[in-house]
């Protein structure tokens, strides 16, 4: 399938996990009535509070992944559940942050935990140290799906220019982005960095954000959708809802013949050393 449409989710989770996958539900329920064979939820798309060990769940089998999974396999659709909390048997105080790929049959095609914690000092003042609460993962996520590869990153993973340029040379024509971005970043960083990853690979960016006031700072919203020629698709309002944009897989094919980005880098001179 060279073209489908795809849907990013804008929500504004807290700390009520049942309010947060009802919400969730009717904006799944929504992209399909659009035409949508990809959703893309948020990251925290599930819970966003203090108790992050406690709310952790397991991937695949726990209650999120449940619901997910019939939603899934009753819509006929691809869902990437933003992220929750993944339970860590071997550091339980610090789950994961894991997103994971439901296929329209609901079982799971692919998981990924979030590779680079968000630890910042901004100049503002504004502290995080999320690999206090949060445990890294170790691999790359590039997902085989019957409308192509996908590749899997998480929120602050988006300023790490070479994790998205090894994904796309092994063969990502899209990258899911689900994110909780902060207003004081977000302003200055989030569209810039989102368009920079498109252009540079080549590559379709679907990058739905938190949008409110979280525990810890205020969440950006602007969802955003973005194509291999870094234009924008489709981009959300200041309040919760869905957007959807066609994606064309021919259009990626196009753009790479026209600037040969990939084709013309020099790994005889620099090299990616795969993580």
């Given amino acids: 399938m060279t073209k489908f449409i795809a849907a990013a989710v804008q929500m504004d989770s807290q700390d009520d996990k049942m309010a947060n996958l009802a919400a969730a539900e009717g904006y799944i329920r929504e992209a399909a009535a659009r035409g949508a064979r990809l959703v893309v939820l948020p990251e ?9 060990a406690q709310e952790a769940e397991a991937i695949p089998g726990g209650p999120t992944f449940q619901r997910l999974s019939g939603l899934a396999r009753e819509l006929d659709l691809w869902l990437e559940a933003g992220s929750i909390y993944e339970s860590n048997p071997e ?4 789950p994961f942050n ?22 910042v000092v901004l100049p503002n003042g504004v502290t995080s140290r999320e690999s206090d609460r949060v445990c890294p993962g170790k691999k790359l996520t590039v997902a085989e799906t019957d409308l192509g590869k996908v590749g899997l990153g998480i ?49 379709y960016v679907i990058a739905p954000n938190q949008m409110g006031k ?9 969802s955003l959708m973005v194509d291999p020629w870094g234009t924008v698709i489709a981009r959300a309002s200041d309040k919760p809802g869905v957007i ?7 259009y990626v094919t196009k753009v790479r013949q026209s600037t040969f980005t990939l084709d013309n880098r020099r790994p005889d001179v620099y090299q990616l050393r795969k993580l």
């Fill in 44 to 52: 925290s798309m599930n819970y966003i509070g203090r108790d992050m």
């Fill in 98 to 119: 894991t997103t994971f790929l439901i296929c329209p049959d609901g079982t799971m095609a692919a998981k990924y935990a979030k590779l680079h914690p968000f630890d």
């Fill in 214 to 222: 979280k525990p810890r700072f205020t969440a950006y919203g602007n």
């Fill in 244 to 250: 959807t944009a066609e994606i064309d897989l021919d």
């Fill in 91 to 94: 550091d339980p105080a610090r």
């Fill in 155 to 203: 929120c602050y993973d988006i300023r790490f220019g070479e994790m998205f340029r090894i994904m796309a040379l092994e063969g990502a024509k899209l990258f899911a982005v689900p994110a909780n971005f902060t207003v004081n970043t977000g302003k200055d960083h989030w569209e810039v960095l989102l368009r920079a990853r498109a252009i540079e690979n080549e590559c």
